[in-house]
């Protein structure tokens, strides 16, 4: 009996990761939809009424200003990914209370072009809405109480389209990777694969496409590895200043912590000035990689790693200063942009170089190397993983100086 009563909770829970999962794919694919729809009509339907030379400038500026008050009346949201993931891991809870909130701070930045990207805006809507889903049902089932962070999973796997970094990124630490326990892999993995599923049957069904098309790479000499030692190091140099960008950034915000405001405001006119000059520093720069992968050779090299500094500051720019969002796409945007420069300088593949430099972005930045190539297989393929699984080790292991650390909140 007590036998049969534990594969019945076993089954049961599995049919609750399934819901689940179909849950978070069709919250995920409603979200993007929302926001391409008003992407579209901010940044396409409307210039094409109106002839303004400083279109970027004002909707940016009023954008911030927007933001700036919202966040005054209703809270600084969303949180950024690694807080959601912490707390998440630390009580298995997120609240709950605000998800309506957390929509709206998550939208408004994403449509006026900020540097960032979706994801945790997200996960903290996500994640708010499974631990009210197992407050609701936890008296027919204790584990419920898993569900937050097996949504959190099935999140990072479909907005990334890598069902694998979504299983891996939070279990992942600093230090090795710890693997649940068989039954909460397979709830973990039904979760993941449905939310990826409904994504892509409902992108389908409406003639949408969100895929990535893997660059091509056709082979290098032996001898041309040999790149890899300057390519990781130069990744790890990005990384870093990744760090410095981000504490300048941090510090400046600091100082005006309780003007939020003009803090808004600020971040708006800096995004606005930077996509008048420069628009491929806007937006996540998941569809802006295709400008720079396609034209990067009249781009030139000097560009480029312009476009790549420009994002990194940019995007600490947009999350400290209210206009909050992931940092994952546009460092891979990044990546790839230095990648690119260091192929044309070099005369070596491009696609090679890009895929260790920003391998090496990556794993200084988030210290997860099996999780960064999982992350970066949806643009590279299959036969660079050991390359880029050597340069997410190696930057791990170079420790980020201490005085490029924001302090502490």
């Not at 491009?350 to 949806?378: E, N, Q, R």
């Amino acid at each position: 009996m007590i036998g049969l009563s534990k594969t019945k909770n076993h089954l049961l829970m599995l049919l609750y990761t399934l819901i689940l999962g179909i849950i978070v794919g069709g919250i995920i694919w409603a979200f993007l939809r929302v926001m391409k729809f008003g992407i579209d009509f901010i940044w396409h339907f409307l210039p094409s009424q109106i002839s303004f030379p400083f279109y970027t400038l004002c909707v940016c500026t009023a954008g911030g200003l927007v933001i700036g008050l919202w966040k005054k009346k209703f809270g600084d949201y969303p949180e950024e990914l690694p807080l959601v993931l912490g707390r998440v891991k630390k009580t298995s809870r997120y609240p709950y209370h605000n998800l309506f909130t957390n929509l709206v701070s998550a939208l408004l930045p994403l449509l006026i072009g900020a540097s960032i990207g979706p994801e945790a805006g997200l996960t903290g809507i996500i994640a708010g809405l499974c631990t009210w889903v197992g407050d609701k049902l936890k008296h027919y089932h204790q584990e419920l109480e898993e569900l937050t962070a097996i949504g959190l999973s099935a999140t990072l796997g479909t907005i990334f389209r890598s069902p694998m970094f979504g299983f891996m990124e939070p279990i992942e630490s600093d230090h090795d990777a710890t693997l649940p326990k068989a039954s909460k892999i397979v709830w973990y993995l039904t979760a993941i694969l449905s939310s990826f599923g409904i994504f892509i049957l409902l992108n389908q069904l409406t003639g949408v496409s969100y895929h990535v098309d893997t660059l091509p790479f056709q082979g290098v000499e032996p001898i041309i590895y040999l790149y890899a030692i300057p390519l990781v190091l130069i990744g790890i140099l990005a990384g870093m200043s990744y760090f410095l960008f981000r504490k300048i950034t941090f510090m400046l915000a600091s100082k005006l912590k309780k003007l939020t405001i003009l803090r808004g405001l600020a971040g708006g006119l800096l995004l606005g000035i930077s996509g008048t000059f420069l628009p491929l520093t806007m937006f996540s720069g998941e569809q802006q990689m295709e400008e720079v992968i396609k034209s990067a050779e009249s781009i030139g090299i000097v560009m480029l790693l312009v476009l790549a500094m420009v994002r990194l500051l940019l995007t600490n720019i947009c999350i400290d200063s209210g206009l909050k969002g992931g940092h994952f796409f546009p460092e891979i945007f990044c990546g790839i942009s230095i990648g690119y420069a260091m192929g044309l300088w070099f005369g070596v593949d491009m696609v090679f170089c890009s895929a260790i430099v920003t391998a090496a972005l990556i794993g200084h930045t988030l210290k997860k190397p099996l999780a960064t190539v999982l992350l970066l297989m949806i643009f590279f393929p299959p036969r660079l993983i050991p390359i880029m699984l050597f340069a997410a080790a190696a930057a791990k292991l170079i420790p980020t100086p201490r005085f490029l650390l924001k302090p502490k909140a």
